[in-house]
């Protein structure tokens, strides 16, 4: 019983101690949850979307819980590239764990420029690139739902990082392996999905959308039917690794996107009811594999049978 | 006062509490009392927990809650109900666990010259009161207080103002309790008559802003605890933000509690009806 189950994973050239990531945006860059969690547990930290310029977001009210799920509209607030690399990053820095900058912009240029910051940092290990914000006016989501906008982004980043360029996909799109399709020619390593499902919610006695924006990004375990099966069919369409994310609350809604063919997975608003839900799915999971005699923890990946 | 230095940040605590009482204390409250005793032990005055108040299968996030009194290892909430949280909130009992994390959030400033204080609160403002006002009757301060509330039966921590306060001035919106009106027609006569060091303010948005105002003419130091939906409550999500002359900042760990002089009420938002 004492058998050690292997939990690295690859995703491009970059090997995670496990699949376990946080998703972009819920997590800041870790250092509030390092009070409840040892950040060396999980897989990498998923940084908060950074842009080339400070972004102010979004009005408030800026969440509204749903059943099951909550909609946001945050909006990228960050305080830009340079105060990120001089603050978070350096922090990060000292903590024992792989760090993946998520990237925004509202323009390839932008995109690019952010990239270009960040290739000289070592304490960057991989990139996201979010091509799916919904929280937006411009860019952000717009360049998710096109398959030469997405290209576009990919071809761009990629000419300028040597760093695993991992590509962010949006569900609010007909088909999503188009998209993974046309990434992947691009020379994306990885794509991670999903980001949030476009929503609405309205109070019937003020009769005003609960959320300042009037739409946002819905999330949490209402959204994992929908995620998990966009990573079934994009694992299916693409060769590169598939990160996984959409309402995983416990270590077996992870084994759950890993047996549909995600690589690593993320955890994102559960963190919110629970700050310490990234290192007790990581430890869930190795659980999982020892009690059923699964030797290395990649066996999942794509295990389901049909 | 200065925004929480990120390097000063306290730890917040993750603890697993059970429930000691849960009462009804005035109409559409409840007081709940929880054997916490490391969050109990460190909260200070204008600090809040948040509560995960339902647990299961059922995604439910969780709900932020001032602390209203701590005494040893118990910690004293005041809530009223509304929703969905507050009502699961009002169906725990005796024995029952619950995790809370706190203690949580930059809490009210206590100068360490005041001598006159007045505090300022409208309906369940009156919450993250309790313990300033009996922090501060027990530093010796004089203390008024000036509650409103919508009628007679809604208003709460009566005995408790009326152990910490030298003076205690009520209003009610129906006149069935004091003053016949809201709570900010008794600001001015009391800044005039006690020349109070600083006020202290919570209720309604737009009561704490007219406050603010009036605290402002008269030349005195004020202090709000704004309240924002909020979602991981430690500084994460950047779900709680309020606008200030300093930029954004987060509701869970630059306040709840603010300078008055430094928020932006033109952007402020708009207060949810109770
Ligand atoms: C720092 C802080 C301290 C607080 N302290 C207390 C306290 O001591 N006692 C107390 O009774 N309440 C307090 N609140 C408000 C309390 O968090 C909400 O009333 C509670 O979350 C409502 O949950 P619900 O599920 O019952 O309501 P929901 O079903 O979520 O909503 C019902 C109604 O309550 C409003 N509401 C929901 N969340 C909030 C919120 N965070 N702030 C204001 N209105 C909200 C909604 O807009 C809606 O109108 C505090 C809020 C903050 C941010
Ligand atoms: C409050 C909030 C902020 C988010 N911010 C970002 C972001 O900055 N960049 C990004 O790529 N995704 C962002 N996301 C999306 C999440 O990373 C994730 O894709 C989505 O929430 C689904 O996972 P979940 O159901 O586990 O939360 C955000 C989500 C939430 C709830
Ligand atoms: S509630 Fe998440 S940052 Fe304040």
Same mark, same amino acid.
């Given at each position: 019983?004492?058998?050690?189950?292997?939990?690295?994973?690859?995703?491009?050239?970059?090997?995670?101690?496990?699949?376990?990531?946080?998703?972009?945006?819920?997590?800041?860059?870790?250092?509030?949850?390092?009070?409840?969690?040892?950040?060396?547990?999980?897989?990498?930290?998923?940084?908060?979307?950074?842009?080339?310029?400070?972004?102010?977001?979004?009005?408030?009210?800026?969440?509204?819980?749903?059943?099951?799920?909550?909609?946001?509209?945050?909006?990228?607030?960050?305080?830009?590239?340079?105060?990120?690399?001089?603050?978070?990053?350096?922090?990060?820095?000292?903590?024992?764990?792989?760090?993946?900058?998520?990237?925004?912009?509202?323009?390839?240029?932008?995109?690019?420029?952010?990239?270009?910051?960040?290739?000289?940092?070592?304490?960057?290990?991989?990139?996201?690139?979010?091509?799916?914000?919904?929280?937006?006016?411009?860019?952000?989501?717009?360049?998710?739902?096109?398959?030469?906008?997405?290209?576009?982004?990919?071809?761009?980043?990629?000419?300028?990082?040597?760093?695993?360029?991992?590509?962010?996909?949006?569900?609010?799109?007909?088909?999503?392996?188009?998209?993974?399709?046309?990434?992947?020619?691009?020379?994306?390593?990885?794509?991670?999905?999903?980001?949030?499902?476009?929503?609405?919610?309205?109070?019937?006695?003020?009769?005003?959308?609960?959320?300042?924006?009037?739409?946002?990004?819905?999330?949490?375990?209402?959204?994992?039917?929908?995620?998990?099966?966009?990573?079934?069919?994009?694992?299916?369409?693409?060769?590169?690794?598939?990160?996984?994310?959409?309402?995983?609350?416990?270590?077996?809604?992870?084994?759950?996107?890993?047996?549909?063919?995600?690589?690593?997975?993320?955890?994102?608003?559960?963190?919110?009811?629970?700050?310490?839900?990234?290192?007790?799915?990581?430890?869930?999971?190795?659980?999982?594999?020892?009690?059923?005699?699964?030797?290395?923890?990649?066996?999942?990946?794509?295990?389901?049978?049909? | 006062?200065?925004?929480?230095?990120?390097?000063? =940040?306290?730890?917040?605590?993750?603890?697993?509490?059970?429930?000691?009482?849960?009462?009804?204390?005035?109409?559409? !409250?409840?007081?709940?009392?929880?054997?916490?005793?490391?969050?109990?032990?460190?909260?200070?005055?204008?600090?809040?927990?948040?509560?995960?108040?339902?647990?299961?299968?059922?995604? !439910?996030?969780?709900?932020?809650?001032?602390?209203?009194?701590?005494?040893?290892?118990?910690?004293?909430?005041?809530?009223? !109900?509304?929703?969905?949280?507050?009502?699961?909130?009002?169906?725990? %009992?005796?024995?029952?666990?619950?995790?809370?994390?706190?203690?949580?959030?930059?809490?009210?400033?206590?100068?360490?010259?005041?001598?006159?204080?007045?505090?300022?609160? %409208?309906?369940?403002?009156?919450?993250?009161?309790?313990?300033?006002?009996?922090?501060?009757?027990?530093?010796?301060?004089?203390?008024?207080?000036?509650?409103?509330?919508?009628?007679?039966?809604?208003?709460?921590?009566?005995?408790?103002?009326?152990?910490?306060?030298?003076?205690?001035?009520?209003?009610?919106?129906?006149?069935?309790?004091?003053?016949?009106?809201?709570?900010?027609?008794?600001?001015?006569?009391?800044?005039? %008559?006690?020349?109070?060091?600083?006020?202290?303010?919570?209720?309604?948005?737009?009561?704490? =802003?007219?406050?603010?105002?009036?605290?402002?003419?008269?030349?005195?130091?004020?202090?709000?605890?704004?309240?924002?939906?909020?979602?991981?409550?430690?500084?994460?999500?950047?779900?709680?933000?309020?606008?200030?002359?300093? %930029?954004?900042?987060?509701?869970?760990?630059?306040?709840?509690?603010?300078?008055?002089?430094?928020?932006?009420?033109?952007?402020?938002?708009?207060?949810?009806?109770?």
């Amino acid at each position: 019983m004492n058998q050690t189950v292997n939990m690295k994973v690859r995703l491009g050239s970059l090997e995670l101690r496990n699949p376990v990531l946080t998703a972009s945006g819920t997590f800041a860059a870790g250092r509030e949850y390092s009070d409840f969690i040892d950040l060396s547990t999980l897989g990498a930290v998923v940084t908060k979307g950074v842009s080339l310029h400070p972004w102010a977001g979004n009005a408030s009210p800026r969440i509204a819980e749903t059943a099951s799920g909550m909609l946001n509209s945050i909006g990228l607030q960050n305080p830009g590239v340079e105060a990120f690399c001089a603050g978070d990053l350096l922090w990060l820095a000292t903590q024992d764990v792989p760090v993946i900058v998520n990237v925004s912009g509202h323009s390839v240029e932008e995109y690019v420029a952010v990239a270009r910051r960040l290739e000289s940092e070592p304490t960057v290990s991989a990139l996201e690139v979010n091509i799916s914000c919904p929280n937006v006016d411009e860019g952000g989501m717009a360049f998710g739902t096109s398959c030469p906008a997405a290209a576009e982004v990919t071809r761009a980043v990629r000419a300028v990082t040597s760093k695993p360029l991992i590509v962010k996909l949006s569900p609010n799109v007909t088909d999503i392996t188009e998209i993974a399709r046309a990434v992947e020619a691009e020379g994306a390593d990885a794509v991670s999905l999903i980001n949030t499902l476009l929503g609405m919610a309205i109070d019937t006695r003020t009769f005003r959308p609960k959320l300042a924006r009037a739409v946002g990004g819905l999330s949490g375990p209402a959204i994992k039917p929908v995620a998990v099966r966009m990573v079934w069919q994009v694992a299916s369409a693409v060769q590169i690794p598939v990160v996984g994310m959409g309402g995983i609350m416990t270590a077996d809604d992870a084994v759950e996107f890993m047996l549909a063919g995600a690589t690593a997975v993320a955890v994102g608003t559960a963190n919110f009811v629970d700050p310490t839900t990234t290192s007790s799915v990581a430890q869930g999971l190795e659980a999982f594999c020892r009690e059923r005699s699964i030797q290395s923890v990649a066996e999942l990946t794509g295990a389901v049978r049909l | 006062m200065t925004c929480a230095d990120e390097t000063a =940040r306290d730890r917040a605590l993750l603890e697993r509490v059970s429930v000691l009482s849960n009462d009804r204390v005035a109409e559409g !409250v409840g007081l709940i009392v929880l054997q916490s005793p490391r969050v109990a032990r460190s909260v200070r005055p204008g600090q809040f927990v948040h509560l995960r108040v339902a647990e299961g299968r059922d995604f !439910v996030l969780r709900r932020p809650f001032s602390v209203h009194a701590a005494h040893g290892d118990r910690l004293e909430i005041l809530y009223q !109900v509304l929703g969905v949280g507050t009502r699961a909130l009002s169906l725990s %009992g005796r024995g029952d666990e619950m995790d809370v994390i706190g203690p949580l959030g930059h809490g009210w400033e206590i100068p360490d010259t005041l001598s006159h204080a007045l505090l300022v609160c %409208g309906g369940l403002g009156a919450a993250p009161m309790g313990m300033l006002a009996t922090e501060l009757a027990a530093r010796g301060v004089a203390v008024s207080v000036a509650q409103g509330a919508p009628t007679a039966p809604r208003l709460v921590a009566r005995d408790l103002f009326a152990d910490a306060a030298r003076r205690h001035e009520i209003a009610t919106d129906d006149g069935s309790a004091g003053h016949h009106g809201f709570v900010t027609a008794l600001v001015e006569p009391l800044l005039a %008559g006690d020349s109070p060091d600083v006020v202290y303010v919570c209720g309604p948005e737009v009561m704490q =802003r007219i406050v603010a105002a009036q605290a402002s003419a008269a030349g005195v130091p004020c202090q709000v605890s704004l309240e924002r939906l909020m979602g991981c409550g430690i500084g994460a999500c950047l779900s709680c933000v309020v606008s200030t002359v300093h %930029g954004q900042k987060r509701a869970c760990v630059d306040g709840p509690v603010f300078n008055a002089n430094e928020v932006l009420w033109e952007s402020a938002e708009i207060p949810p009806k109770h």
